[in-house]
């Protein structure tokens, strides 16, 4: 007995070492011969090799991606040649995309391919991509250190494993635009209205409501009518400032969160129903617009920028220019960014977007015979910053240049590029590849910026909001691994409880539904029920943990 128990653990013990062995190994054999050392990206190879690519191109600006300006200056650094598939973006490229799986033409790469994580794990099954694993970790040194710095590593490589344990795209971005951690729930309160009435910025939920008061009240635009909007937003991104003062409320997958491991929603809980109760008594004294609920930007900013004078005192959006138009008085007035309120309780959260990032920008198909180089060619993107600054911004030394005047970035930090000119994507100046998911790499906030500028201004706000942020171990991930039929199931459950989410908040607001009354709460946590919110949290439970 005790032999076949040693036996057994040695058997065991050397599947493990054979399935390390497999993990570490090439997936596709290749003659490296001809490739330059590691790191070396100009040429990445002593001979020419072409790459056949699938690439939904800008019909905008580029005329042709054989001839463009990018197209052209890349292959002279790297020595490979892209032979393109001439297709537009949308439908067209979807159809040519799909075309070539059912044939099984595929090229050697898809670039911005469009597919989802579920088609991906799909075709993955079916051995169409080669997994990457092996490369991201012994043939791109530049990618490895640019996913270090700005998520962590193996947080990155979570991120991008499919449930059969095998990476097939490459995830990019993390770096673009700051402030978009925050999308579009930054709160901007008018600061000639503060000025005026004596007040300051109020950093709990009782001083907001006193603050809403007063600009209903005291005539902060001094035109003695009471044509003031203490505040007016779009429902989504109130609920998503102050649900937040109340409890972790995400404003993305159906407002998941994680709590010790275990999935969970926001709106079941006693602090959701509080935070509805607060709501409920703003929209009845009239402090909230009675048009929120339909309200969008456009219609906001017609108000702030009314010829007699703004009429807005608080609203919710992504950016000032959203609302305000630049460059005037209330634009200025609305670079006052208040931060995260602090609820009854003491909570104060930001919803944090830590997925800001875009997934599988890069693919390599079964039939390309040279996958190592193809990874150490696109190493080079983070390897040398004018690359993908170049991709997305034009000619160096005419769109951009690298800065060198001890000039300051949109972070406040020296800057490293600087936009001279930008071209027209309304004009086909085929001078690169515009602004893509695959080349969103370079650093939006070491970008040269003026103090005053919107985005140096949003910058400065945004740092505000990272200290609210919730903890990246409560942060439920939105690109998940699910095979098709599952992510169909999902998508259904999901699309049902929004839709009762939004009916639900904007009835218990208005006084619809009474949000005091015990038996009419049941009967909500009912509905969710019969909808199929357990279902739903058990599919991204299982999910999640495949993830981890």
Same mark, same amino acid.
């Given at each position: 007995?005790?032999?076949?128990?040693?036996?057994?653990?040695?058997?065991?013990?050397?599947?493990?070492?054979?399935?390390?062995?497999?993990?570490?190994?090439?997936?596709?054999?290749?003659?490296?011969?001809?490739?330059?050392?590691?790191?070396?990206?100009?040429?990445?190879?002593?001979?020419?090799?072409?790459?056949?690519?699938? &690439?939904?191109?800008?019909?905008?600006?580029?005329?042709?991606? $054989?001839?463009?300006?990018?197209?052209?200056?890349?292959?002279?650094?790297?020595?490979?040649?892209?032979?393109?598939?001439?297709?537009?973006?949308?439908?067209?490229?979807?159809?040519?995309?799909?075309?070539?799986?059912?044939?099984?033409?595929?090229?050697?790469?898809?670039?911005?391919?469009?597919?989802?994580?579920?088609?991906?794990?799909?075709?993955?099954? $079916?051995?169409?991509?080669?997994? @990457?694993? !092996?490369?991201?970790?012994?043939? &791109?040194?530049?990618?490895?250190?640019?996913?270090?710095?700005?998520?962590?590593?193996?947080?990155?490589?979570? $991120?991008?494993?499919?449930?059969?344990?095998?990476?097939?795209? /490459?995830?990019?971005?993390?770096? $673009?635009?700051?402030?978009?951690?925050?999308?579009? +729930?930054?709160?901007?309160?008018?600061?000639?209205?503060?000025?005026?009435?004596?007040?300051?910025?109020?950093?709990?939920?009782?001083?907001?409501?006193?603050?809403?008061?007063?600009?209903?009240?005291?005539?902060?635009?001094?035109?003695?009518?009471?044509?003031?909007?203490?505040?007016?937003? #779009?429902?989504?991104?109130?609920?998503?400032?102050?649900?937040?003062?109340?409890? !972790?409320?995400?404003?993305?997958?159906?407002?998941?969160? =994680?709590?010790?491991?275990?999935?969970?929603?926001?709106?079941?809980?006693?602090?959701?129903?509080?935070?509805?109760?607060?709501?409920?008594?703003?929209?009845?004294?009239?402090?909230?617009?009675?048009?929120?609920? *339909?309200?969008?930007?456009?219609?906001?900013?017609? @108000?702030?920028?009314?010829?007699?004078?703004?009429?807005?005192?608080?609203? &919710?959006?992504?950016?000032?220019?959203?609302?305000?138009?630049?460059?005037?008085?209330?634009? *200025?007035?609305?670079?006052?960014? @208040?931060?995260?309120? *602090?609820?009854?309780?003491? =909570? #104060? +959260?930001?919803?944090?977007?830590?997925?800001?990032?875009?997934?599988?920008?890069? @693919?390599?198909?079964?039939?390309?015979?040279?996958?190592?180089? =193809?990874?150490?060619?696109?190493? %080079?993107?983070?390897?040398?910053?004018?690359?993908?600054?170049?991709?997305?911004?034009?000619?160096?030394?005419?769109?951009?240049?690298?800065?060198?005047?001890?000039?300051?970035?949109?972070?406040?930090?020296?800057? /490293?590029?600087?936009?001279?000119?930008?071209?027209?994507?309304?004009?086909?100046?085929?001078?690169?590849?515009?602004?893509?998911?695959?080349?969103?790499?370079?650093?939006?906030?070491?970008?040269?910026?003026?103090?005053?500028?919107?985005?140096?201004?949003?910058?400065?706000? *945004?740092?505000?909001?990272?200290?609210?942020?919730?903890?990246?171990?409560?942060?439920?991930?939105?690109?998940?691994?699910?095979? %098709?039929?599952?992510?169909?199931?999902?998508?259904?459950?999901?699309?049902?409880?929004?839709?009762?989410?939004?009916?639900?908040?904007?009835?218990?607001?208005?006084? =619809?539904?009474?949000?005091?009354?015990?038996?009419?709460?049941?009967?909500?946590?009912?509905?969710?029920?019969?909808?199929?919110?357990?279902?739903?949290?058990?599919?991204?439970?299982?999910?999640?943990?495949?993830?981890?």
């Amino acid at each position: 007995m005790k032999n076949t128990s040693r036996v057994l653990a040695l058997a065991i013990a050397l599947l493990m070492l054979l399935g390390i062995a497999v993990a570490e190994a090439r997936p596709v054999a290749e003659d490296t011969s001809a490739y330059n050392e590691l790191g070396t990206y100009s040429p990445v190879a002593s001979e020419k090799f072409t790459l056949r690519v699938l &690439m939904p191109l800008p019909p905008a600006s580029v005329t042709d991606i $054989q001839t463009n300006a990018f197209t052209v200056m890349l292959e002279e650094m790297t020595g490979v040649h892209l032979q393109f598939e001439q297709v537009t973006e949308g439908d067209t490229f979807n159809d040519v995309r799909n075309l070539m799986f059912a044939s099984d033409d595929l090229p050697d790469i898809l670039i911005n391919s469009g597919l989802s994580n579920a088609e991906i794990a799909n075709y993955g099954s $079916q051995n169409m991509f080669i997994p @990457l694993n !092996y490369y991201i970790e012994n043939c &791109m040194p530049a990618y490895r250190a640019y996913l270090d710095e700005f998520i962590g590593y193996d947080t990155a490589l979570s $991120q991008m494993t499919c449930a059969d344990g095998n990476i097939y795209g /490459v995830n990019v971005g993390y770096s $673009q635009a700051y402030h978009n951690h925050v999308g579009g +729930y930054k709160c901007f309160v008018y600061k000639p209205w503060l000025e005026k009435l004596g007040l300051e910025n109020p950093r709990t939920t009782d001083e907001f409501y006193d603050m809403l008061v007063a600009f209903r009240d005291k005539d902060p635009n001094g035109n003695g009518l009471r044509d003031e909007k203490p505040l007016i937003a #779009s429902y989504k991104s109130m609920r998503s400032f102050l649900v937040n003062a109340f409890c !972790y409320d995400s404003a993305t997958n159906t407002h998941l969160w =994680v709590d010790d491991g275990e999935v969970k929603c926001a709106y079941t809980s006693d602090e959701y129903r509080e935070a509805l109760k607060y709501l409920k008594l703003l929209y009845r004294e009239n402090l909230i617009d009675s048009t929120t609920f *339909t309200v969008k930007d456009s219609n906001v900013k017609e @108000l702030t920028m009314a010829p007699g004078g703004n009429t807005v005192g608080v609203t &919710m959006s992504n950016a000032m220019t959203g609302i305000s138009t630049a460059d005037t008085e209330q634009f *200025t007035g609305f670079t006052n960014v @208040l931060e995260p309120l *602090t609820g009854p309780e003491g =909570v #104060s +959260y930001c919803v944090w977007n830590y997925e800001q990032y875009d997934a599988n920008v890069l @693919l390599i198909t079964k039939n390309c015979k040279y996958p190592e180089l =193809v990874c150490r060619w696109y190493d %080079a993107f983070f390897a040398d910053v004018r690359i993908p600054l170049a991709c997305a911004e034009g000619i160096e030394g005419k769109n951009w240049e690298l800065c060198t005047n001890g000039e300051i970035g949109i972070n406040g930090e020296p800057a /490293v590029w600087q936009r001279l000119s930008s071209y027209a994507t309304t004009t086909a100046v085929n001078h690169c590849w515009e602004s893509r998911p695959f080349n969103n790499i370079y650093n939006h906030s070491t970008q040269a910026s003026k103090v005053g500028a919107q985005a140096y201004e949003l910058y400065k706000a *945004t740092t505000k909001y990272e200290p609210h942020k919730v903890p990246f171990e409560n942060y439920m991930p939105t690109k998940l691994w699910l095979d %098709a039929a599952t992510s169909a199931k999902c998508v259904a459950y999901a699309t049902d409880i929004a839709s009762f989410l939004d009916e639900s908040y904007t009835f218990f607001v208005k006084g =619809v539904y009474d949000v005091h009354d015990d038996e009419k709460w049941n009967w909500y946590l009912n509905e969710l029920e019969v909808i199929g919110l357990s279902d739903y949290l058990s599919i991204q439970q299982e999910a999640y943990d495949a993830m981890k």
